[in-house]
């Protein structure tokens, strides 16, 4: 297991915003084994990589690289002067490009459509497949707005690791699915001066709507769009109005990589040799 923080400077999340010496932030990531293939894990909004935890410490059958990331803007890793889909895009092409042979992305909600960005001829990485899991793709004037609100609205602080963790999970749909001890929070949260906050970077909601249906169609790699039956942010009809291969997961809701990770690794796998990869 190796764990990296891929940037020529150094650049946190408790920092004020603003671009590094290459112009690009930190991003934080791990890796577990080596070579090709690769299998890309990548969080939705607010979140952090540790949400695909599980999901990877099931796949130790994996050939290749497992690769956990925090996005920018989130958990671990610096924050953007501004924020979008491509910008996120751009810097996993700089951690994928060196890589050799296949890449099969899992991406949750926001991670989801980055991967299907990845998978176009614009950033030339050989994208084998890609798993969409509760990918947003209808959304209304109210939700945009919120969005746009909520990028402008101060860090909020609170005075107990407890009252943080508690918000963060809220913030990332799993309030009351983990206790805001559990592993999976202490990458959302940061301590500064005997305060609490998120990680996440307010601004990082100025990367709006994803707009699905062109970047379907650009896409180079096998894309399956899932989602859980019971998730209530997407539904089966909102996906099968794609050109995608669409998988419903029963019992499952929005967060259905967290909620049972062997479900999703059964899918990524069976993805994965469906695209000629294992």
Not at 209 to 217: C, E, K, N, Q, T
Not at 250 to 277: F, M
Request: hydrophobic share 40%; glycine share 12%; with cysteine.
């Amino acid at each position: 297991m190796r764990f990296s923080i891929f940037s020529v400077t150094d650049h946190y999340p408790d920092q004020p915003r603003g671009p590094g010496m290459s112009g690009e932030p930190a991003v934080w990531h791990e890796e577990h084994g080596s070579g090709a293939p690769t299998l890309l894990l990548l969080h939705g909004l607010g979140a952090t990589g540790e949400v695909w935890r599980g999901v990877c410490d099931l796949a130790v059958d994996w050939p290749g690289t497992r690769v956990l990331v925090d996005l920018p803007g989130h958990g671990r890793s610096g924050h953007r002067p501004a924020y979008s889909y491509e910008a996120h895009a751009r810097q996993l092409q700089l951690l994928l490009s060196a890589r050799p042979g296949p890449v099969v992305v899992a991406g949750h909600s926001m991670g989801g459509y980055v991967g299907i960005l990845l998978a176009g001829e614009r950033y030339a990485l050989d994208i084998a497949a890609v798993i969409g899991l509760g990918i947003k793709v209808r959304w209304s004037d109210q939700e945009v707005e919120g969005l746009r609100r909520r990028a402008g609205q101060p860090v909020r602080w609170f005075e107990t690791r407890e009252e943080a963790a508690a918000r963060y999970l809220r913030s990332i749909g799993l309030d009351g699915a983990r206790e805001p001890a559990a592993a999976i929070v202490s990458s959302g949260i940061v301590a500064l001066d005997d305060r609490w906050r998120l990680a996440f970077d307010p601004a990082a909601n100025r990367v709006g709507p994803p707009d699905v249906a062109r970047h379907l169609g650009a896409a180079r790699a096998k894309v399956i769009l899932a989602r859980g039956a019971d998730d209530p942010m997407v539904s089966g009809a909102d996906l099968t109005a794609f050109p995608a291969d669409v998988r419903e997961l029963p019992g499952l809701g929005h967060n259905a990589h967290v909620e049972d990770p062997a479900t999703l690794w059964r899918l990524i796998s069976s993805a994965s040799r469906e695209a000629g990869v294992l």
